[in-house]
């Protein structure tokens, strides 16, 4: 085995990173200024922003989602046992004593056995949860007749709310993890879409020979 510098982010990966993040972050900052949490923009302002900023998420997911599968970097995001113990014994424990990081970022699998998990749980869990929530409540003027509709509408809200919390502190901890070490180390492959990456010999010698533009 041997350790290059390999293309795994594409351009259209590094934009939805790059476009989820701040479609997140307009979502959080302007659903606070909803609950009243900040005062950078007025109430219906915050509504029209949240709402527009969450239709271009969900237009990005489904674009994302269809990559995923269209390109077969969904099996990146499935989740594995093998070396789990050790990346969680690593960041409770080996991390604040200088041990070396036990996992290698390998061509045929991007993400840790954590991150899989953490990344999977937020595309099959937070994700929908906090989409059908705000699409229920928008479409609040068509089943508000219903019987005890004020008080479904409060359970939707709160869940909402909730599950957007969840993400927050997904994103916290993230933003976390990158300061772990070289916060810029972290951070390149993102940008330019090159890290360093343990390939078999078969893998190096195919990029080599066949796609000599994503291996350095």
Do not use: C
Not at 31 to 55: C, K, P, R, Y
Not at 69 to 97: D, E
């Amino acid at each position: 085995m041997s350790m290059r510098q390999v293309l795994i982010y594409t351009l259209f990966e590094r934009f939805w990173h790059w476009a989820q993040v701040t479609l997140i972050v307009i979502m959080l900052v302007s659903g606070f200024a909803i609950h009243g949490i900040n005062q950078w923009m007025s109430f219906d302002e915050a509504v029209t922003l949240h709402t527009l900023s969450a239709l271009a998420l969900l237009a990005l997911w489904v674009m994302a989602t269809f990559w995923l599968f269209t390109t077969g970097n969904w099996k990146h995001y499935l989740p594995t046992a093998a070396g789990l113990g050790q990346v969680v014994r690593f960041y409770s424990y080996g991390i604040f004593k200088g041990e070396r990081h036990p996992y290698r970022k390998a061509y045929w699998r991007k993400h840790n056995p954590l991150q899989a998990i953490a990344y999977l749980a937020l595309k099959i869990v937070l994700f929908p949860l906090i989409w059908a929530s705000g699409i229920i409540y928008l479409l609040y003027f068509a089943w508000g007749d219903t019987p005890d509709a004020a008080l479904w509408l409060e359970r939707v809200a709160l869940i909402h709310t909730a599950t957007a919390y969840a993400i927050l502190t997904f994103v916290v901890t993230h933003v976390y993890m990158l300061t772990i070490g070289s916060f810029l180390h972290h951070v390149a492959p993102m940008v330019t879409g090159f890290d360093e990456v343990e390939l078999s010999p078969e893998e190096e010698a195919y990029l080599v020979k066949d796609e000599p533009s994503r291996i350095r």
